[in-house]
């Protein structure tokens, strides 16, 4: 008989574990310097699975509250880079009211959110259709350009829940080495047949001009450019003896 009560309570535990460790991993979270807190909408649904902004993958099991979700619903996640997808992953998903104001002091009203830029002017930079940036929020070194996926950092006022843009930077860059320049058309080209640069846009060593067949380095940014989804926004030529 006690054998028996033992591999019960033994049975219990086990179940109880994975939920256990779940919870002690979403309180970590917010330590964890590799983790951004963003507010987005839901844009696709399956039957496990959906996407943020297009861009936010999350599973079922990331949904706090066991809330049914749908598209168009706003939410807040806490959101990690995919090593092996190579792409954005929400390890938590609460969904927000309409009604939201913040739920803590006031440094609770900068959020940061993912976008596209759409379109620009002389002086501004249009987000997903719907929102305005100017240049003097970019940061050092990045020129946007229409395509450009973008992490933005904005505030909200309490009272009118209007939003400001305090920052932006690319959603994701690298550096890439040795690469060749495959072909250019005019003021663009391609560099090793996946990476979409303009003249209107890159940075050059002062002389430079950029060639077919030149072996250079460059500095990309995550960017949907028809067929391409990076985008050169600097490149250097290597010199080989």
């Given at each position: 008989m006690l054998r028996l009560?033992?591999?019960?309570?033994?049975?219990?535990?086990?179940?109880?574990?994975?939920?256990?460790?779940?919870?002690?991993?979403?309180?970590?979270?917010?330590?964890?310097?590799?983790?951004?807190?963003?507010q987005g909408v839901v844009t696709r649904l399956c039957s496990d699975y959906g996407m943020i902004d297009e861009l936010i993958y999350f599973s079922s099991d990331a949904v706090m509250g066991?809330?049914?979700?749908?598209?168009?619903?706003?939410?807040?996640?806490?959101?990690?880079?995919?090593?092996?997808?190579?792409?954005?992953?929400?390890?938590?998903?609460?969904?927000?009211?309409?009604?939201?104001?913040?739920?803590?002091?006031?440094?609770?009203?900068?959020?940061?959110t993912f976008g596209c830029i759409t379109s620009l002017t002389d002086s501004a930079y249009n987000i997903n259709h719907t929102s305005y940036f100017s240049l003097d929020v970019v940061c050092k070194g990045f020129e946007p350009y229409p395509g450009d996926r973008i992490e933005v950092e904005f505030s909200i006022h309490p009272e009118t829940q209007s939003r400001r843009a305090l920052s932006v930077k690319p959603?994701?860059?690298?550096?890439v080495y040795e690469v060749c320049i495959t072909s250019i058309h005019g003021r663009s080209g391609v560099v090793d047949n996946n990476i979409f640069f303009t003249l209107d846009s890159l940075k050059l060593p002062d002389g430079y001009v950029p060639r077919r067949?030149?072996?250079?380095?460059?500095?990309?940014?995550?960017?949907?450019?028809?067929?391409?989804?990076?985008?050169?926004?600097?490149?250097?030529?290597?010199?080989?003896?």
């Open positions: 009560i033992s591999r019960a309570l033994s049975f219990f535990r086990r179940k109880a574990e994975p939920e256990m460790e779940r919870e002690q991993h979403l309180r970590l979270l917010d330590g964890d310097t590799r983790l951004k807190t963003v066991n809330v049914l979700l749908k598209v168009g619903q706003k939410v807040t996640a806490i959101v990690e880079e995919d090593e092996t997808a190579c792409g954005l992953k929400a390890v938590k998903v609460d969904a927000l009211c309409d009604n939201f104001h913040g739920d803590g002091p006031s440094d609770s009203h900068t959020r940061t959603l994701r860059h690298q550096h067949y030149d072996i250079v380095n460059a500095v990309i940014v995550e960017s949907v450019q028809a067929c391409y989804m990076w985008r050169a926004i600097a490149i250097t030529p290597v010199h080989r003896l």
